[in-house]
């Protein structure tokens, strides 16, 4: 098939694909988006901001999949994936409700604080579920199975994430985040993003079977232990003194700082450590 005519197919499906994924937000979300835009309430908006851009990353890792030389039948397959990752993205928000943030109602600190702490919680953790489901629906691993045993790795270490960073910083993130501290929402989020990155390289792993691609994964999740501890060290004391107690006192700027930093650490991670010479 012409290049172009493919290329625009594949844009139209992907419209579709985002348009599906709203109507499936609006479902299981505690709240519609266009009734949110009406009452100019853009609390809420923020976290289906970050879903909606981790759905994209989704349909981006389901593109980018293998190619099995037949258009009709990569078109398939995309749309397949495409459906189980929006499925997937739109589980995280549930398991963030249900499990994540389960001392409080974010609903309530959404649509009737307008905390835009929790906001910036949620958006984060659709982006980091958006960053590890593309990788999942990515295909290297052969098939949906392979995609849910990640899938579900990945939110398993991202609730124990949540547990170590609630140990290592000198304040409780539930009790931060239910008094509106946006800058411990606005950090939080940006460390849970770091870790969707550093969990997506792991999942894409090119390695040629399943043990050597299990091995790679857990050897890659080994350097979230030292990402963690190693970047706040730098922050607090080089970049920013004192960060802990400047976003316990909810200063924003401490907040974006983290943020920022803890993703910028990522990224380096991302495209200069790699490890399959160690398997």
Request: glycine share 8%; net charge negative.
């Amino acid at each position: 098939m012409n290049p172009v005519l493919s290329s625009l197919i594949y844009v139209f499906v992907s419209c579709i694909m985002l348009f599906i994924s709203k109507v499936l937000f609006d479902i299981i979300a505690p709240f519609k988006v266009n009734e949110q835009v009406k009452e100019k309430n853009t609390t809420p908006i923020i976290a289906f901001c970050g879903y909606w851009v981790g759905i994209t990353f989704v349909l981006i890792g389901a593109f980018a999949g293998p190619s099995n030389q037949v258009f009709k039948i990569d078109l398939l397959m995309y749309v397949l994936y495409a459906l189980l990752g929006i499925v997937l993205v739109n589980l995280s928000g549930f398991i963030t409700d249900k499990i994540m943030l389960n001392r409080f109602s974010t609903a309530k600190e959404m649509l009737e604080d307008k905390n835009i702490g929790t906001a910036a919680v949620h958006a984060g953790f659709y982006l980091a579920t958006g960053l590890i489901v593309a990788a999942c629906v990515n295909g290297e691993y052969g098939g949906l199975l392979s995609s849910i045993i990640y899938y579900l790795a990945g939110m398993v270490f991202l609730f124990i994430f949540i547990k170590i960073y609630d140990l290592i910083t000198p304040y409780s993130i539930h009790e931060e985040l239910e008094k509106d501290n946006y800058s411990v929402g606005i950090a939080l989020a940006g460390n849970v993003v770091a870790i969707g990155l550093i969990l997506m390289k792991a999942t894409l792993g090119d390695v040629s079977d399943w043990h050597r691609g299990l091995v790679l994964y857990f050897v890659d999740l080994a350097s979230i232990i030292l990402l963690l501890p190693a970047v706040r060290l730098i922050l607090g004391n080089v970049i920013v003194k004192n960060i802990n107690k400047a976003i316990k006192e909810n200063n924003v700027a401490a907040g974006l700082i983290e943020f920022i930093g803890i993703i910028c650490f990522a990224l380096i991670i991302f495209f200069m450590v790699d490890f399959s010479a160690l398997v």
